[in-house]
């Protein structure tokens, strides 16, 4: 058993009358037993990832974080240097067990955090005080219940956890962004099936028949099968012949039906609101250029993904260190894999940095993940050659005349 704090028990409240009635269960509550999200019925968190803008949102912003190559540092005087020794760092570099690798755990605890108000939980299991596996569980396998002070507690079915052992990622609000903005993937929800009823049974007619006097049931009917069987299918753009002063009058788009696509797009950009990511990166690039996409880039690894690579370094290193171990050992997520750019523009980068003599030409190789050369540790500007100038300076002998 991992020991635990005692405190003191609280002073026994007092017993609290309520008055009769059915209450009203919390959201999380509704959802498991209907499987709705609540103020969206049609909405739960399994549908919800049947809109592509949110499962774009969300697969962008997990498997982003998931690729990014995860560093185990060990501080050594005022400096960080990498330290693979540590076995939390074959774990989160390799496999963080049989069946799981670290590229997956980090992927699945971000994109639960992004869709579950529980956040997404990992259960590290120690051998001697040391990480050996972690082992990501079904949802709902882990609960957490919370304190008025903010103390997590967990339980895996029902067993008491050490939180010690839990990796808990969670976003702000205490609510996820799925069930933040259930309002607005309902409405897309609705747009998608009311396209797909208009398209595939033609939900809006065509036209109206105008007949003067008043007809039966029978008679409508008749005259409806033969006008399908005259004017239907392929048999459209024919003259139509009508009798009884009879009148066709066509059915035309309202403003709402023309402005239809600009209605779903505007959907996709208030689901890309909630997730606070770019639409360009949901697949809307019509204001996407090709000046703005590094700029997009960094934008989205600023206000998007760097506060999750914040939450999720945070949560790995309590859970994977032991508390003597947090100040001198650290996790830390490479980030300029986002923010590279173009072998062109690091090349003059480079080639600038190398003249002025600010880093060597080892320093550009192993930013490139080449191996150095001999030599290479050397601040010399590679343009000027030592003595050059002084010798272009002095006037040149005139060469000797062949002797006769």
């Not at 008025?148 to 205490?174: C, K, M, Q, W």
Request: charged fraction near 20%.
């Amino acid at each position: 058993m991992w020991p635990f704090k005692t405190k003191a028990a609280p002073a026994a409240a007092p017993i609290e009358t309520k008055a009769s009635g059915t209450s009203v269960p919390e959201d999380w509550l509704t959802e498991l037993f209907t499987g709705s999200v609540v103020g969206s019925p049609a909405v739960s968190a399994a549908t919800a990832l049947t809109v592509p803008a949110v499962s774009a949102a969300v697969r962008t912003i997990s498997e982003a974080a998931a690729t990014l190559q995860v560093i185990v540092e060990r501080k050594d005087g005022e400096n960080w240097v990498q330290d693979n020794d540590h076995p939390a760092a074959a774990l989160l570099r390799g496999d963080v067990n049989d069946w799981t690798s670290g590229f997956e755990l980090v992927r699945d605890l971000v994109s639960e955090a992004l869709t579950k108000d529980a956040g997404g939980l990992a259960w590290v299991n120690r051998v001697g005080g040391k990480p050996m596996e972690i082992v990501h569980y079904d949802s709902g396998c882990i609960t957490v219940q919370t304190a008025e002070t903010g103390e997590p507690t967990y339980r895996l079915n029902g067993n008491l956890l050490n939180p010690a052992d839990v990796i808990h990622l969670r976003g702000p609000f205490s609510r996820c962004p799925l069930t933040l903005a259930r309002e607005a993937i309902g409405a897309a929800m609705s747009m998608e099936m009311h396209a797909s009823r208009t398209f595939a049974n033609g939900a809006k007619p065509g036209g109206v028949l105008s007949i003067e006097g008043k007809l039966t049931a029978e008679t409508a009917t008749r005259i409806g099968t033969a006008w399908k069987a005259a004017h239907g299918g392929t048999k459209t753009g024919g003259v139509a012949v009508l009798d009884n002063n009879g009148k066709y009058i066509p059915v035309s788009l309202t403003s709402t039906d023309a402005q239809f696509i600009e209605n779903r797009r505007f959907q996709v950009e208030e689901i890309a609101r909630a997730f606070n990511i770019s639409v360009t990166l949901l697949g809307d690039l019509t204001r996407a250029t090709w000046s703005n996409l590094e700029s997009k880039n960094r934008e989205f690894l600023v206000y998007t993904l760097e506060p999750w690579l914040q939450a999720l370094e945070g949560a790995l290193r309590r859970a994977l260190f032991m508390p003597e171990e947090r100040r001198e050992w650290r996790i830390r997520f490479e980030r300029d894999d986002l923010t590279r750019a173009s072998i062109g523009d690091r090349a003059t980068a480079y080639s600038s940095l190398i003249a002025s003599r600010v880093i060597n030409p080892n320093t550009a190789r192993h930013w490139e993940g080449l191996p150095p050369y001999t030599d290479g540790e050397t601040y010399a500007n590679p343009a000027i050659t030592p003595g050059a100038a002084a010798n272009d300076n002095k006037p040149k002998p005139k060469p000797k005349e062949a002797a006769a």
